[in-house]
């Protein structure tokens, strides 16, 4: 009894911790439409993946961050950078149709909401 009662304490942490958080930014925000899941900031735009990988790149530039490491092909793409601080910033960009497209960003190991909201903000400029 003792065994099934302490199993059962385990499953409901596990399942606590594995279920992590997710948030969508409220509606007529700058990052309105952005989800957030553990610690990645993810946004669905009306366009094809070259046009948005193109315009995460432009972002970039205009933030004087430089990418170490890009790849992009017809169904997605990659991008690695630096912050000056160090933090590690990635961007995947996912076909989810032929005029629709995924932007992925994590900042650092945890994430970084407002860098991520930095990126998102930039971009609805240039894709909305």
Sequence with gaps: MLRKMLLLVLAVQLGVFVAGCATTAPTGSATAGTTYFMGTAEKTYQTTVLKAYNAVLEVLKDAGIEPYAKSVDATGGR??????????????????????????????????????????????????
Excluded: P, Q, W
Aim: hydrophobic share 40%; no cysteine; net charge positive.
């Design 79 to 128: 991008i690695e950078a630096t912050f000056a601080d160090g933090k590690n910033l990635k961007v995947t960009v996912e076909m989810v149709s032929s005029n629709a497209t995924t932007v992925k960003i994590r900042v650092g190991k945890l994430g970084d909401v407002g860098r991520s909201n930095f990126i998102i903000e930039r971009l609805n400029k240039r894709l909305e």
